[in-house]
């Protein structure tokens, strides 16, 4: 096992180089730089804007400021926001919370709800279950998020009035900020009413970013679940007077998960491309919000720190899912 | 009164392109401590009887039986969980593909235990205790280190050995082994027959032994159904179908028995066209 972790985290290292080079030329293919930006209509004198450039090293040849970047990097330094004048990597701990709050709603929303559905209609295959949930998830599948999450906040928020448009949380509820989490901080300041706000805050946001995971995680379930269904061992189960939810639930959802925890770990990146659209539309201030922000001020540094720190983000979780089937599938822990 | 007793067992699949019949109104006794082996080739209908027993058929097939009595008890008016109180525990059941048949993600000493906690009331010291004399009994070397063994861990003959223990686990009255040596070598086959035997004798259970080979039969079975196309040809004692076959299909396929062949080439059941025409007919009709 430690083998194996250490072969994987060694191969981490080139994808993370890679993840530097395209974070570090991305923002830089674009037009404008962060200057004329931050200078706005009024403009820049030219001379004044040389001097400045000169100070944060933009005039360098592009191979030089990659290295310095890299040098940075390797010493925990992200750079300084030209917006806010903090710390990149200030900012991104300080955002980050919320978008992980909003993820791992909606990682749970997908998988409590997708699992179940997916085993379900494999074991009602071809009824009118089986039929409705699958056409169900290929339209939650196909559904773009922004008008899907436009949709609710019209339906929940305006007309019925159920939850908020925006935001983490009420304006009227205020404490300090213990582990950035608004659930756990709510409950934590003992404020009445502060946890139910936080949850109908959290509640559409998290449903629309957990739509298209749900929609995956429910189909590959499903397909999962019908192959094991057929394989022998099911029917020993069966053959040793097993009652039908343990040879499903345990002997046939063992296997079925493999493929479908690789589907979940997958997941995560689209959870968190789907942070940036949904933090947009619901003004949720996390990371998804943060970098779309900075992209349009040109914000070099935040945009290359919050892009590497996701990418890192992302590798993660696929060694963890990684290491998870090893633990799942005896063949390959054995192997 | 026998140990099981099925009278006039009918099984239809849903396919396609419309039912398929698998299984056209055949009998089957079995008293305790006699081995009946059901032979016939492919697509008999061997194993279907048998999985409609055990309940293990899917949802497209369509059973009806006369009777189907187990120790006096009609099977088929039992609920879904008294039924399973009987399978698994009174009647079990060994497959083909061992290897296959045990669950990859699960260790042998976890499989055969769940039988036990299903069927009995042993505290987990005790179960532990009674999986390794099951691999013991089975043959399975240094028993206890093999308990945290996977399936892919073992070979083809330890995994049958394993589904032996497994089906056996609580007691059987009835063991069903549906072809367990073919996928098998030789060598291997031959310690599994015999082990199958040596249990039967010391329990006393009723072993039903679905083959397609007449060598198995010959070798195990007190009596034989022979069956065709999923109608059955002829049931005899093991010594009378051997030597004076009444059934043409049944004198059919001991003519293409190696060891009887007479001429330069191996006669096979399609050389008896007259007959299997015949047969199609009536199956069709």
Request: net charge negative; proline share 5%; with cysteine.
């Amino acid at each position: 096992m430690l083998r194996f972790l250490v072969g994987r985290i060694g191969l981490l290292i080139p994808t993370f180089l890679g993840v530097t080079l395209v974070a570090f030329s991305f923002i830089r293919l674009l037009p404008g730089d962060p200057l004329d930006l931050l200078a706005g209509e009024r403009g820049i004198d030219p001379a004044r804007k040389a001097e400045l450039l000169h100070q944060m090293g933009f005039d360098r040849p592009l191979w030089h400021q990659y290295l310095m970047y890299l040098g940075d990097i390797l010493q925990g330094d992200l750079g300084t926001s030209f917006v806010s004048k903090k710390p990149v990597l200030e900012e991104f701990f300080t955002l980050f919370p919320a978008t992980v709050e909003l993820s791992l709603c909606a990682i749970f929303i997908a998988v409590a709800i997708g699992i179940p559905a997916g085993i379900f209609a494999a074991v009602k295959r071809g009824s009118f279950f089986d039929q409705t949930i699958m056409g169900t998830a290929l339209v939650g599948y196909s559904m773009p998020i922004f008008w899907w999450g436009l949709l609710l906040i019209i339906f929940f928020s305006g007309i019925l009035q159920w939850t908020p448009v925006s935001g983490r949380i009420s304006l009227i509820y205020f404490f300090p900020q213990v582990t950035g989490f608004m659930l756990i901080d709510s409950l934590l300041s003992g404020q009445e009413g502060a946890f139910k706000s936080a949850v109908s805050h959290l509640i559409l946001p998290s449903v629309v970013l957990a739509t298209i995971p749900l929609a995956v995680i429910a189909r590959q379930t499903r397909s999962a679940m019908l192959e094991v269904l057929g394989e022998d061992y099911v029917r020993t189960a069966r053959a040793k007077g097993l009652a039908p939810f343990r040879v499903i639930g345990l002997h046939a959802l063992r296997n079925a998960l493999i493929p479908v925890i690789t589907t979940i770990g997958l997941q995560v990146g689209v959870l968190l491309a789907g942070a940036i659209l949904t933090e947009t539309i619901f003004s949720w201030p996390g990371i998804g919000k943060w970098l779309v922000d900075s992209i349009s001020r040109r914000d070099y540094f935040v945009v290359q720190g919050a892009l590497l720190m996701i990418a890192g983000v992302v590798m993660l979780v696929n060694l963890i899912v990684d290491v998870l089937y090893g633990l799942i599938n005896p063949r390959i822990r054995h192997n | 009164m026998p140990l099981l007793e099925i009278r006039n067992l009918k099984v239809e699949f849903e396919t396609a392109s419309g039912p398929f019949k698998a299984l056209d109104g055949v009998d089957y006794t079995v008293d305790s401590g006699e081995v009946l082996a059901i032979v016939g080739e492919s697509g008999s209908g061997k194993s279907v009887a048998m999985l409609a027993l055990m309940g293990l058929l899917p949802d497209t097939a369509t059973v009806t039986v006369d009777k189907m009595e187990f120790e006096g008890r009609d099977i088929t008016k039992l609920s879904a969980t008294d039924r399973r109180q009987v399978i698994g525990k009174d009647i079990s059941m060994i497959f083909q593909e061992p290897i296959a048949s045990l669950n990859p993600c699960f260790t042998v000493g976890f499989q055969i235990g769940e039988a036990l906690k299903v069927h009995t009331d042993l505290s987990s010291s005790d179960r532990s205790r009674r999986v390794i004399e099951l691999l013991e009994a089975v043959g399975i070397p240094e028993p206890k280190g093999r308990l945290s063994s996977f399936p892919h861990q073992m070979s083809g003959g330890q995994c049958q050995r394993v589904m032996i223990a497994m089906a056996i686990a609580c007691q059987p009255k009835l063991l069903i082994a549906d072809e367990p040596t073919t996928a098998l070598d030789v060598t291997i086959q031959k310690q599994i027959l015999d082990l199958l035997l040596k249990l039967q004798e010391e329990s006393g259970m009723g072993l039903i032994m679905i083959t397609h080979d007449m060598g198995v039969v010959a070798e195990t079975a007190d009596r034989v159904v022979v069956q065709y196309q999923g109608r059955q040809m002829e049931e005899s004692d093991v010594l009378t179908l051997f030597e004076s076959p009444k059934h043409p299909y049944t004198k059919a396929l001991l003519s293409a028995l190696p060891e009887n062949a007479t001429g330069d080439r191996l006669p096979t059941v399609s050389d008896f066209r007259e007959f299997l025409e015949s047969e199609a007919k009536k199956v069709s009709a």
